[in-house]
């Protein structure tokens, strides 16, 4: 079984921020989304890889022709109309999955019913159920792609001006002869371009709903670039009676640089090539764990995180790539279905499961 290839959690889509990072340690990413979409906007375009499949992008319960139009229609009338009607969808979507349960009960219902009403009340009140919570988790997680890009694009054009302001102040100060040498031209800390962690938990709870109808098997290895989605998950864990989960593996990556740079995909995949064996190792301890073979692991995590990083510095300089790490915690005894509950679809082939956290 090929453990280098996890499942990304919550969000629906991969950021640029965490592009590099995951082409550089896994073979390939399993990731959710709420609908196929044939043609995206231009700066939605976030998803340029080394090679075509290293994103696996699975649909659960997909929607019928006719609802799935109805979506792609609403999504874009939501992009595309910056009126009233369409900002207060935004926050009351939002607000109504983040309420206590009675009121949620009330809100979202009447929300989500008036955009996906039961045709002649044809439909079992059970599958309409089931429906609506869907229709609402996809609902959902467009939004919060939308939110997202629409940040990121904001952050980007105040770095781009930050970045202008900077040099500016750079060729004044050059071409002053005096009086300017005793003065500070500090660049501010630009912001990064990460989306907003506030709605993680709504975020989560939508791609949960995805998951628990995906017919699919359990997956034991799950990766976030959110800590505040894997503290979710270590509390829901701990809530079903699981012990604390405890780090096991941790290794260093490289974060910053643009996937369509061909530069960067040369890197990787030398740096691929030189690590093969290595990485090999890597897999074989996270199968180890996820077997539940911790005291018997032949494979020391130490050696494993000094090689890794050697070859990182190597391959991707820190002064040019920068750093983020990537934290592997072995939830012992309970898999991802156990903690979720009421998951359809094969159970994990494993009784351990593998939280990783990118920060």
Known sequence: MNTLSPLYFPDSLILNSVQLPLATIFHQVQLLQPVNETEKPINEDTTTWPTSDFQQRHIPCPLSQEDHQRFLHLIKDIRSQGDVFINQLKMLIIASMSSPKQREEESSRTIISALFPNKDGKQQAE??????DLWQARLTLKLAEILDIEEINLKEQLESIDDLESEMLKQLRSDSNQGTDHLLFNKASGPQSQPNSTTTGVRLKAWATLYRHWDSADKPIWITSRPEAADIIIEMHEGTGGSKPYQFLRLTLPTNGSMANDLIHNNIQQFKTATKSLRSNIENLLHQHLQGDTKECSILAGPLEQQWLEYVERHFPKDEYGRLSITFNLFQGKT????????????????NAILAVID
């Open 127 to 132: 599958d309409y159920e089931t429906r609506l």
């Open 336 to 351: 991802f279905g156990d903690i979720l509950n009421s998951k359809k679809g094969a159970k994990s082939p494993f009784a």
